[in-house]
């Protein structure tokens, strides 16, 4: 038993823990690894996350250019706070913009919440298992180009903010 527990063999199963510990987190850091557990930001591509829609309002069709990607959660307070900030902003600008909003709750949880705060937008679900990383934080905002890399992110707060200084329009011309 001393054996077993003699200070050699103490300092060898620490060196053993400390290895198999960087061992692991390297893999965890490593380009790649784990990406659907990492929050999208600037240059990361959306194209391969797998959205239900539940339906298509009028005119929802995509026209090719920049996509506003709204993400709530019917029972966030901060969702509940921002919604007015965002029908206003769909109201105002939003015919400018390809928008849809999306929530990893049901689609019809989703739908009744959105139509609840006046957005007239195409709602879409997606898996939260397969996709976790992009529903994680609400409200937020993410404008994609047409192949779904993302331009801009950030709080849902600051819509104007993300989407101003852009100048990108649904038919995908630069300016105003």
């Known amino acids: 038993?001393?054996?077993?527990?003699?200070?050699?063999?103490?300092?060898?199963?620490?060196?053993?823990?400390?290895?198999?510990?960087?061992?692991?987190?390297?893999?965890?850091?490593?380009?790649?690894a784990g990406s659907s557990d990492r929050w999208p930001t600037v240059g990361d591509t959306l194209s391969g996350i797998p959205f239900r829609q539940l339906h298509s309002p009028e005119g929802g069709q995509s026209q090719g250019g920049a996509t506003l990607i709204l993400v709530f959660h019917s029972r966030?307070?901060?969702?509940?706070?921002?919604?007015?900030?965002?029908?206003?902003w769909?109201?105002?600008?939003?015919?400018?913009?390809?928008?849809f909003a999306v929530s990893a709750e049901p689609l019809d949880s989703a739908e009744a919440f959105a139509k609840k705060q006046g957005w007239p937008v195409e709602i879409a679900g997606v898996d939260a298992s397969l996709a976790h990383a992009l529903t994680a934080r609400t409200p937020w905002v993410y404008v994609v180009d047409e192949g779904g890399v993302v331009l801009s992110e950030g709080y849902g707060g600051r819509i104007a903010e993300i989407t101003e200084g852009l100048g990108i329009r649904r038919s995908g011309v630069s300016g105003r």
């Open 76 to 88: 966030c307070g901060h969702c509940s706070e921002v919604a007015p900030l965002w029908a206003g």
């Open 90 to 99: 769909i109201t105002e600008t939003g015919s400018d913009w390809d928008v």
């Open 1 to 32: 038993m001393r054996r077993l527990f003699g200070n050699q063999n103490w300092v060898i199963g620490l060196i053993l823990l400390a290895f198999l510990q960087l061992l692991a987190m390297g893999f965890r850091l490593r380009p790649g």
